[in-house]
C-alpha cells in the first residue's frame, strides 16, 4: 500500500502556484527528501517541461517508487539515495531544488549540509525553494507554530522550527541571495533563494 500524507493534498495547489513560476526555466529540479512521493508526481504532471529528480533516505525509497510507478509519467526520476550531510551528492546536475517540510525535522547540522549542498550544486540563477513553518526574529508567527514546535522538540530535542534570519544566512554564505519570500497556508512560508552570478560559476 503506497505511503499518504494528508498535508501534501492539502498544500500541494498552493505551493504549485509559487514554484510554477520560480522552476518555468527550469530543466531538472531536485526535490530533497520527497517523503511519500505523493509532491514528486503532483507537480511533474503539472510542470512537463523538466525532469524532478526525487531523493531521500534508503527507507521512503520503496513508497517513492510505488507513487512513481503508478503515476507512469515520464519526467520523474527514480530517487537517489541522498543524505545531505555527504560531501558528496549522487546527483550530477540539476538547476533547482526544492524541499518541503524537512527543515524543522533535521537537525542543525543537517540543515548546514543541506544548504551548503544546494549552494555547491546549484549554477548561477539556480533557485532553491523551501517550504515550511518558520519563524521571524526567534518569534513564532503563530500559536500552532508554538504547539508544533512543542511537540517536534519532545520527540527530538535537535529538531524544531527555523529561523528565518539564521536559513538567510547560511543561503548567503553558499552564494544564495534571497529572491522573495512567500506567504503560504496553515503559517508556513516558502522562501525563495537564487544562486549568485559570479566568475567561478560562470566557469563550471
Known amino acids: 500500500m503506497k505511503p499518504y500524507a494528508e498535508s501534501c493534498d492539502q498544500n500541494r495547489d498552493p505551493i504549485l502556484g509559487v514554484i510554477s513560476h520560480l522552476f518555468a ?4 529540479v531536485l526535490e530533497i527528501g520527497s517523503g511519500t512521493g505523493q509532491h514528486a508526481v503532483y507537480f511533474a504532471g503539472r510542470m512537463p517541461h523538466l525532469i524532478w529528480q526525487t531523493s531521500d533516505k534508503a527507507e521512503y525509497h520503496p513508497g517513492i517508487r510505488m507513487w512513481l510507478q503508478d503515476s507512469g509519467l515520464p519526467n520523474v526520476a527514480a530517487p537517489l539515495l541522498l543524505d545531505v550531510s555527504q560531501t558528496h551528492w549522487p546527483v550530477t546536475a540539476a538547476d533547482s531544488v526544492f524541499s518541503a517540510n524537512t527543515a524543522h525535522i533535521m537537525h542543525w547540522a543537517e ?3 543541506m544548504i551548503r ?3 555547491r550544486l546549484l549554477p548561477s540563477a539556480g533557485v532553491f525553494a523551501l517550504y515550511g513553518p518558520f519563524n521571524y526574529r526567534g ?3 503563530s500559536d500552532s507554530n508554538a504547539r508544533f514546535d512543542q511537540w517536534l522538540k519532545s520527540r527530538d ?3 524544531g522550527i527555523r529561523n528565518f534570519e539564521e536559513l538567510n544566512r547560511l543561503a548567503e554564505a553558499a552564494e544564495m541571495s534571497l529572491l522573495d519570500d512567500f506567504e503560504m497556508p496553515q503559517n508556513n512560508r516558502l522562501l525563495a533563494w537564487r544562486k549568485n552570478m559570479n566568475e567561478g560559476a560562470l566557469h563550471r
Not at 25 to 28: D, F, H, I
Open 25 to 28: 526555466q527550469s530543466a531538472v
Open 111 to 113: 540543515v548546514e549540509a
Open 117 to 119: 549542498g544546494v549552494g
Open 139 to 141: 518569534v513564532y508567527t
Open 157 to 159: 530535542p535537535e529538531s
